[in-house]
């Protein structure tokens, strides 16, 4: 069967937030951003798996937030790109074959509510 794949950048620097790390990792009503919005996919039925292009030094810091706030539907985070669209390929390149196992993606940052 077909899936439905959320991919949702946390590539991003934050630096023109001047916050020191990326905004999608700040905290906001006692949680990090990327969690409230991993937490709305994770609860969506028709959503199968989540993948998350994330910047090289923020992975492990990810990865600790997603077994803390028990999010299973992460399948994988990846490397991201410099470039938003080369995040979005990456994102996607993750979930090879795509053409044979993605019935849709859903596509969304992860510094913003979705």
Do not use: N
Request: aromatic content about 8%; glycine content about 8%.
């Amino acid at each position: 069967m077909k899936k439905v794949i959320a991919v949702i950048f946390a590539g991003g620097s934050g630096v023109r937030m001047g916050a020191g790390k990326p905004k999608q990792f700040l905290e906001v009503i006692g949680k990090p951003i990327i969690i409230h919005t991993l937490e709305i996919f994770e609860l969506h039925p028709e959503v199968d798996e989540i993948i998350i292009p994330c910047k090289e030094d923020y992975m492990e810091p990810l990865k600790r937030m997603i077994r803390r706030y028990d999010i299973s539907k992460v399948r994988r985070s990846c490397r991201a790109e410099a470039r938003p669209w080369g995040r979005f390929i990456t994102g996607l390149w993750q979930r090879r074959p795509i053409t044979e196992t993605m019935r849709w993606c859903w596509c969304t940052t992860g510094s913003g509510p979705s």
